[in-house]
């Protein structure tokens, strides 16, 4: 589990341009009104996936076609995304109620603040972080952080990509790992 020996900075794949936007025409639904409409789309129910991009850019308009590409992919999971600003906005998100399974997708930039807001909610863990480095010396500074949690014995399970193109085969495996019997284990991605 966790960081992914083929995610180390020596085998990062060369960067790839982001994944652009399904449709245009899509909106993006604040979180409040996803939630409202996932419980519907799922009969009342938590939807089966959930996914949480703690960005600082995630409402600004020239993350817009970001925003649309990551709701597409969650989407196509049959999932929902709520998008928090800040890890101060994602620890209040978190500690609202008892939450598990969910992806949590955030950047180098947030993945610390993040993770240390997870210490004061122990019972909204994630499956997973995805963190999102679009440079190669960002995805190896991550990876030497997500080294020295391990030798601390911190057990949480990172995954570090460059582009948005990798999200869908994480989004897929954790997809999988809730359909099992056993309910929503950790996801385990390839």
């Known amino acids: ?29 604040s979180p409040s009104r996803m939630t409202t409409s996932a419980c519907d789309r799922f009969g009342g129910l938590a939807p089966p996936l959930s996914v949480v ?5 995630c409402h600004k308009v020239e993350a817009h076609p970001l925003r649309m590409a990551i709701t597409d992919m969650v989407s196509d999971f049959r999932g929902v995304l709520t998008c928090q600003k800040k890890a101060k906005s ?29 210490y004061g909610c122990p019972r909204s863990q994630p499956s997973l972080v995805v963190v999102l480095c679009e440079q190669h010396r960002h995805a190896a500074r991550v990876a ?41 284990a950790p996801a385990r991605p390839p």
């Open 53 to 57: 991009w703690c960005h600082e850019r």
């Open 90 to 118: 994602f620890e209040t998100w978190a500690s609202r109620v008892e939450r598990s399974g969910y992806v949590l997708l955030t950047d180098g930039r947030e993945v610390r603040p993040c993770v240390q807001a997870l």
């Open 144 to 184: 030497q952080w997500v080294s020295d949690l391990r030798a601390q014995g911190v057990v949480l399970h990172i995954r570090i990509i460059l582009t948005l193109r990798d999200f869908a085969p994480i989004l897929a495996s954790v997809t999988r790992s809730l359909r099992e019997p056993s309910g929503r």
């Open 1 to 29: 589990g966790g960081l992914s020996p083929e995610a180390s900075p020596a085998n990062l794949p060369p960067r790839a341009p982001t994944t652009p936007p399904r449709s245009a025409a899509r909106r993006h639904t």
